[in-house]
């Protein structure tokens, strides 16, 4: 397993954590969800920084799992932080800054 493979503390498993978000949040389990995807930003936060690419993937399954439970204030906020990161790390025209735009209901 990955853990085995890169330790705890690693961007392979916070990729995990991230995935695992997007397995558990169709299903249902979308309080489940977002405890992965909090995790996932917690580690890339710490291990990447606040302004990466993978961090904004972060904010942005967090707010997928705000949106689906109705809290759409911190739906927005989580979004938000997203489009911002990803507008100074990647560019206004980069396709997942334009995803950003497209969550927040500017496409």
């Given amino acids: 397993n990955r853990r085995g493979l890169f330790g705890e503390k690693h961007p392979q498993i ?3 954590y991230f995935g695992l978000c997007f397995a558990a949040a169709p299903k249902g389990n979308l309080k489940e969800g977002l405890e992965f995807a909090k995790k996932s930003l917690q ?3 710490e291990l990447l920084g606040e302004e990466h690419p993978d961090t904004a993937e972060s904010y942005n399954g967090i707010g997928y799992c ?14 938000q932080e ?23 209901g500017h496409g």
């Fill in 14 to 16: 916070a990729q995990s």
């Fill in 66 to 79: 705000y949106a689906y439970l109705g809290n759409t204030e911190e739906a927005f906020k989580n979004q």
């Fill in 43 to 45: 580690m890339r936060r």
């Fill in 82 to 104: 997203a489009l911002r990161i990803r507008i100074k790390t990647l560019g206004e025209n980069h396709p997942q800054t334009a995803a950003s735009y497209l969550n927040l």
